[in-house]
């Protein structure tokens, strides 16, 4: 939020970067006039921002928040979406009605150089101090993409829809370790990570394991899945 007006708009160039500690990203080219969208000035003029997640249900909204509009304008109004903040950034709105949430604060802004008349992409880094998850989509502890329906954006206006979710475990190399160091980073478990770690060091804690106490797993990552940012 900056003077005053909250801003919410859809990203489709998203992704998670890390698990210990959790960074997430969104590109943003600049506007038609070779100035940053709002969305990359506010997260780094305010310091932090919340990531929701677009769903089937709330497509019409996020197709809505997608407008060009003036930065006097409240996107959650216009997409009519319900605010409901956050309690580690007390100032910054999340869509109630989306059913997990990454409050993320503001790590720092990579611009490409690109040709006019946008010129720069300006990516943004943030790390994840918060997660949501609402109960109704967790299946035995999990986030459970079936029952959220994510959207993903396939180019031009076109959209998919998530509704069905497939295993595949990679073949074991032979290499425990390996094995163990694989699963754990496409698991997010950093308690399989410190255990591996200190069997490697001949039963030593990792340097920053300390630092990494009460971590604990992060399940169900976000892909390619559309971003929707606050």
Known sequence: ????????????????????????????????KG??????????????????????????????????????????????VTKEYSTVFPTCPRVKESPVHFDCKYYTTIKLPGNPPLGNTNVVIAEVVGIHIKDEVLTDGILDVRK?????????????????????????????DGDMAMNSGLEGSVKDMIEL????????EPDDGKQNEGTGDINGEVGEMKSWNT
């Not at 959209?159 to 190399?173: K, Q």
């Not at 770690?197 to 030593?204: K, L, Q, T, V």
Request: some cysteine; charged content about 15%; overall charge negative.
């Open 197 to 204: 770690a200190g069997r490697i060091r001949g039963g030593r």
């Open 35 to 80: 100035i940053p969208k709002d969305s990359a000035t506010n997260a780094q003029e305010s310091g932090f921002f919340v990531w929701n997640l677009a769903t089937w249900d709330l497509r019409d909204a996020v197709n809505k928040s997608a407008m060009y509009l003036a930065p006097s304008v409240d996107e959650f109004d216009i997409a009519g």
């Open 148 to 176: 959220t329906q994510p959207i993903a954006r396939c180019g031009y206006s076109q959209y998919a829809r998530i509704t069905e979710t497939f295993d595949m475990v990679i073949p074991s190399s032979g290499d425990a």
């Open 1 to 32: 939020m900056l003077d005053g007006v909250h801003n919410l708009a859809p990203f489709s160039q998203f992704n998670n970067l890390n698990f210990d500690p959790p960074y997430v990203m969104f590109s943003a080219n600049n506007t038609h």
